[in-house]
DNA sequence: TATGAATGAGCGTTCATTCAT
DNA sequence: TATGAATGAACGCTCATTCAT
């Protein structure tokens, strides 16, 4: 934490992040166990505590990483023009948030700031996501007669509510895709979403 | 061998829940331990688990009751006219689900059906929340230009929203309703929530 | 227990052998619960227990029965005239009794009458089984000049060694009748089983 | 990373294993709690479950450890020169064996190696027993026309049908010694131990 | 920084057996 | 005889976190 930086310090972190994520990638978020993590990197459990205030701090870095990994590539795609393309871009992130219970029970936990000062990365990255869907909104064919700011944070509330009902109902398994075009419809485009017989 | 569910095992089962809700009113729920309940309720521990088949069953339980008994109060109560007004007449029972985070975790986590036929209690509660929204919706004086039951799905995405921020921000703690307003506002009556200059 | 027996009551008890033999035949005796018995045969618990005294003493009977099935074979087979063929025709019993952990040592629990005018039926069993080692040997082309009964008893010892040891030493599987053959050439033959290079 | 066993995990377990062996001074070995173990050796249960597999894995230990104590007497005293002292010789480490139904029941349990490389002291004990044995059988006025191994492992078969028998016949008590004798007698030196009579 | 032994506190489980009805 | 709810008493386990060295 202080200045000069130990290139061993950062050594050693950097192989708890990976070994972390070589973990992940064989037995998912879930199952990641701090003693499996040290003992694979070959460093005692205290050390990993000396890099990483406890094993959420990791875990929240490890799934902002690859939050903004699938960021990215929203980025520098086409912006979408419609809400069903809305929703077709933004499946491949909601696709990772709802992989793991556990993955989306931190997302949810970081969701907000912990303190003014104190944003985490999962909460900067779910910003990223709601200033994105905002700047699409505020480009796109949706309505403009409100805040495109209100209205992202609008669609990230159906996403996660969509999300969520994802984990249980097992079997009436409706795609999150079906789940949410009805509200994005009647959210961004109240004009063409109407549609009093729905159900 | 058929279903007498015989009084005393009634009555073993009710002293638990009864013996449960005393030490929650005294301690919370998160506080809460099997041990405790059962030591209290004079029953041995055996006897906890033939009648719940964990602690989680047990709060779910008594979760559910607890919404319920806000429901009630709900139903009985004037239906709101006006989004500020259901803002208000939601509080009380919002105050209860993030009044713990564990209360709050419990209701997220059961807030849908495991399965098909096995639809618990909380979920019963929820479903029975949205329908009790849709008929103030259809009632009152907001959008009818939607489905009823879709506008208050949406209103429970945006109290969820809400209160699962309310955990996070600790310190600017916006209080739930002031959050809740704007979404409502354009949610349920769009052409008076417009406000391009929010924030 | 009383003299009127009442058909009903030997209706029942029979049931209940019957379900608990068709119970061990699918899941072994090990994996015999009470509860799956009583289930399976439409009884409740505490019939079961009107019945026999303890579950012990349920498998204690079948046990012996299923000993006394396999002593019957040897009964009407020929006597066995050298130790290879004594070991020969006792190993369908040993096979049994070795068959399961749990079984094998419910016979050695009740290997001993518990009390004089007490003698269970795998007492009997086993008592039965020395009798008829002894009659072989004492027909057969055996050591003469010692008591058939007491070499028969020893007989017993090893046998009872060779398969407790069966159930350790894993890997080094050393079939029962290799482990006991040397033990029973001295002890009923010591003039052919001499063998000071042993081992 | 490497196994340095730090003192103070020596020290623990060191602990724990004294503070075992005082509270089954006081209640025997069939009354021993782990809870009252680590309570009174002011250690967290997950000390306990982190030094030994699991409450048999200590019994194990500590019964072995008192075998080993018996034995070290038996090794130090003069060898026994006939049955009858060798039975004497033997009856303090057979007292302890029976003196506990679970205490014979756990060696009994682990009186041979589970895996080959794996041989557990109860094992090694015993194993040190039967070379103790068949020391003397070699030294002493027995059979030499057999491998001193081989009657010393059929020694070790009487001795178990003796103290198996033991636990049976509760009212019948016969003394350990009487039982071995006529066994002992025609396995050791089988041209005195004629007695077609017995019995 | 690094080490790794120790913590902790409660949960869920087991399942033969008893006993009031 | 039959019922089945209730008992009981420990065990094993979990595993992120702390802290003395």
Known sequence: MNDPVQPRAIKTRTRLQDTARAVIAETGYTALRVEEVVRR????????????KDKDALMELLIAAEMDRRLDTLETGPAPQD??????????????????????????????????QEIGPIALALDRLVRQIAGWIAAGDFRRDADPLLLAEGVQAFMAQAMALNFCALH???????????FLALWLKPETGLDPQRR
């Open 41 to 52: 990197a070959g460093v005692a459990k205290g050390t990993f505590f000396a890099h990483f």
């Open 172 to 182: 009436e398994t409706i795609p999150l895709a079906t789940r949410l075009a009805p």
């Open 83 to 116: 809400t069903e393309t809305l929703i077709h871009t933004l499946m491949p992130l909601m696709t990772f948030m709802t992989g793991e219970r556990y993955v989306f029970d931190v997302i949810l936990r970081h969701s907000g700031a912990a303190a003014r």
